[in-house]
């Protein structure tokens, strides 16, 4: 049975902002809480408050900075471990790491076609005359 903090055990489930911020989705639970709030966690396809109960079985969607993520709950736990075991409290499902790789080759291919400074004011002038087409 998963334990959570000193000698309680974990029960059926954890909260959500608990959970992301043990699974590692989010540095602070704070920041997890914030996330749930702000509706980008979203449990079975719905909007979940912060205070939801997660359960193993259950289908998250989180979108963090790093991306979005697909994840089918393996474990709970309500105490953040190594990233280890972080990586063993969920597993990724295909279309959502293909869907992320493919958001991150974007990325890249935007960087690398992206002027490398800002425009100076001449440039801008030039750019708002080509723009106003005069």
Do not use: C
């Not at 602070?28 to 205070?51: I, M, W, Y």
């Not at 359960?55 to 994840?71: C, E, I, K, S, Y």
């Amino acid at each position: 049975m998963n334990r959570g903090r000193g000698d309680r055990p974990v029960s059926a489930g954890v909260r959500l902002d608990k959970w992301l911020w043990a699974a590692r989705f989010f540095k602070t639970r704070s920041l997890a809480h914030e996330a749930v709030v702000g509706g980008r966690v979203f449990v079975d396809g719905l909007a979940a408050k912060p205070s939801r109960t997660v359960a193993v079985g259950q289908q998250l969607t989180v979108m963090t900075p790093r991306g979005r993520f697909d994840v089918v709950v393996q474990a709970v736990s309500a105490s953040r471990g190594s990233a280890t075991v972080a990586a063993g409290l969920y597993e990724e499902t295909a279309e959502g790491a293909a869907l992320r790789a493919e958001q991150q080759e974007m990325r890249q291919h935007a960087r690398a076609i992206a002027p490398p400074e800002r425009p100076n004011t001449q440039q801008r002038r030039l750019l708002r005359k080509i723009k106003e087409g005069g």
